[in-house]
């Protein structure tokens, strides 16, 4: 057996098991987004999420929607690059906030809690993490 083979091998056993499948690990101890991919991170992001007053919800979630460009009213933010982790959508994963004016808020802020429970992501991560990232994608924060 080649070592091409062996990697074809293990590869078709990978994608042949659905626990391996992507999913999304965020850790707010030290402010980090994994994205993996067969049970392997691939990718690893600074966040900035909630802050002790408004905290992430912690626990297991799952991409339940993706908004290219939302607009949240209460707080008079566009949030581009949206995926909804709980499902009122209170919460979610986005670039960082954006006034109407284009101005973006919050980059010196990753590796930080500031955000009011969201997990905000840099600019070019956040695009590039949506579009990988399916409906139903399984994700934890801890």
């Not at 083979?5 to 101890?29: M, V």
């Not at 339940?64 to 979610?92: D, E, F, H, Q």
């Not at 973006?104 to 695009?127: D, F, N, P, Q, T």
Request: proline share 6%; aromatic share 10%.
């Amino acid at each position: 057996m080649t070592h091409g083979e062996i990697i074809a091998l293990q590869s078709s056993q990978l994608i042949g098991d659905s626990s391996l499948s992507k999913s999304i690990s965020i850790n707010t101890s030290d402010q980090t987004l994994s994205a993996l991919a067969y049970g392997y991170a691939f990718a690893s992001f600074p966040i900035s999420t909630g802050t002790w007053d408004y905290p992430t919800p912690l626990g297991n979630h799952a991409v339940i929607n993706k908004i290219p460009r939302a607009y949240s009213r209460r707080w008079g933010l566009y949030m581009p690059w949206w995926m909804a982790i709980v499902p009122s959508g209170t919460y979610g994963i986005h670039e960082l906030p954006e006034w109407p004016n284009g101005a973006k808020e919050g980059e010196e802020h990753l590796g930080s809690r500031r955000s009011h429970g969201c997990i905000r992501v840099g600019v070019g991560a956040a695009k590039a993490l949506y579009d990988w990232t399916s409906i139903g994608t399984p994700l934890t924060v801890k």
